[in-house]
C-alpha cells in the first residue's frame, strides 16, 4: 500500500501544477466564443450554434459546465481511474477497475492518429470546457484544472462509458491484496 500512495501523490501533485491557461489561450477562446450564439429557451435548455461544427461543440460544453460542471468533472474523474484522489482509499479499487478497462494511454493514441476533423472537434471540446473555468474562477475543480481534447475518447458510447459495475470491487481488492476470496 505504500508504493500506491506515493503514486497518489504524484500523480496529485502533477495536477495540482498544471499549468493556469495563457492569456494567449484565453484570447482564442475569446474569439471562438464570438463564433458561438447560445439561448436558452423557457425551461432553461440551450440552443446552441456556431459557424462551424466545432464552434457548435466548444458552446455545447460551456453550457453543460455551466449547467453542471461538478458532474462533468466527476464524469471525467470515473473514466480516469482518479476518484480515488478526491474521494479517498474508498474509491481505490472503482479506479483499478476502470483503469483496467480503459486505457488513457489508448486515448491519447486514437487522439493522436484522429483526422484533422475529428481533432478540430476534440480541441473545441477541450477549449469550450476550459474557457468556462478561465471565466468562472470561483469554480474550484477538485482535481482536473485543464482538460484535454483526449478525453471524450474514454467514452465508448458517446457520452457514457461501459457498464462495467458488476464486476465486483471486493474480489479485485482481495487479489491485490493477496486475500484468498474464492475463485474468479
Known sequence: MPKLTTLLLLLAAGEASAQ???????????QQ??????VRDTWGVPHITGKT??????????TQCEDDFARVEDN???ALGRQAEVAG?????????QRLFLDSARAVGIYQR???????????????TNYYLATHPTVRPRLLRRFQPWLPLLFSEGSIGGNISVVPVERLKAF???????AW
Do not use: C, N
Open 76 to 78: 471525467y474523474l470515473t
Open 114 to 128: 484522429s483526422p484533422r476533423w475529428m481533432k478540430d472537434l476534440l480541441h473545441a471540446f477541450a477549449d469550450g
Open 33 to 38: 466564443a464570438q463564433r458561438v450564439t447560445i
Open 53 to 62: 461544427d466545432a464552434d457548435a461543440v466548444f458552446g455545447l460544453l460551456y
Open 20 to 30: 493556469a491557461f495563457t492569456p494567449a489561450e484565453v484570447a482564442r477562446w475569446q
Open 89 to 97: 482509499e474508498a474509491a481505490l479499487y472503482q479506479d483499478l477497475r
Open 176 to 182: 491485490y491484496s493477496q486475500q484468498k476470496s474464492g
